[in-house]
């Protein structure tokens, strides 16, 4: 059986930390891996807009020594009804992995189910979780660096500010108690994460010493945390649904104010990370995403680094069984 990508709660522990640590030294070495040479190729399929996720993707595909097939559904048989099945079977045929940008979790957990190679998520409206990966990295480069093992991200924090019932809030809860880490999300009440997804999150938090609290005080969230992080407060497909929008998460501004209270001493030290794209003085001031505490380049480029390793990592752990994992 192969290893699919699913969720973050995919990876254990132990396993999310050997693809971060590949991913730094793919950072430093960017071609010392070329597991798909020959080449073998990736399947890069989009449901839904993207910038970052297709070039990354792309790009490390081929600095793998692989060959990337980008395809956008809306010019696949899968935009006039050919069955998800029916589209995995042959997929499966001819390429190495599969990484699939769609809607619903269900339609991933569809494919995975069908396929005899990697699937990997490249965002669903639950999880985003190849981003964490990325984020993971950029803080861990921020707090002294992963070649420092086990003291890079666990007992490190993170405050997530706005909108707490998307994929990225998702993604940063499980995400971020794997590596050990204490998640904040600041979010009103009528989108609060899923309970489901907290309750997972907590169960991990348990085994790995990390901890999550979820508060509607955005200054409560962002004190004293190494990272300040927010999102967009309207994600993709969700244009014109009730509550999403300037009305509701105006508090939730990240301000210079705001990344004031961060660092671990209080002293503002904190960084700042937003998934992109960004819209600048709405979930965040220009004047922070702009500024010295924003790392929003490098979590970008790290995305490159972080995938390249997950790809690598998946294709050399096909005997394993997926972490059992339920809402
Ligand atoms: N952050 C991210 O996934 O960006 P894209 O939507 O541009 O891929
Ligand atoms: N929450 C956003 C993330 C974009 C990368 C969305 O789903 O649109």
Redesign the pocket.
Known sequence: MPRHFLRDDDLSPAEQKEVLELAAALKRDRFAEKPLAGPRSVAILFDK??????LSFATGVSELGGSPLVLEAAVSQLARGESIADTTGVLTRMVSTIVWRTFGQERIEEMAAHATVPVINA?TDEF?PC?ILADLQTIAEHCGGLADGDAALAGRSLAYLGDGANNMAHSYLLGGVTAGMDVRIAAPASHRPEKGILERAREIAATTGGSVTVTEDPREAAAGVNAVITDTWVSMGQEGQDGRGEATFSRYQVTEELMDLSGADGDGSGIFLH???AYRDKEVAASVIDGPRSRVWDEAEN?LHAQKALITWLLHHPDESTASHAL
Do not use: V, Y
Request: glycine share 0%; proline share 8%.
């Open positions: 807009s993207s910038t970052r996720t297709r965002l985003h981003q998934c992109l794209p995305r």
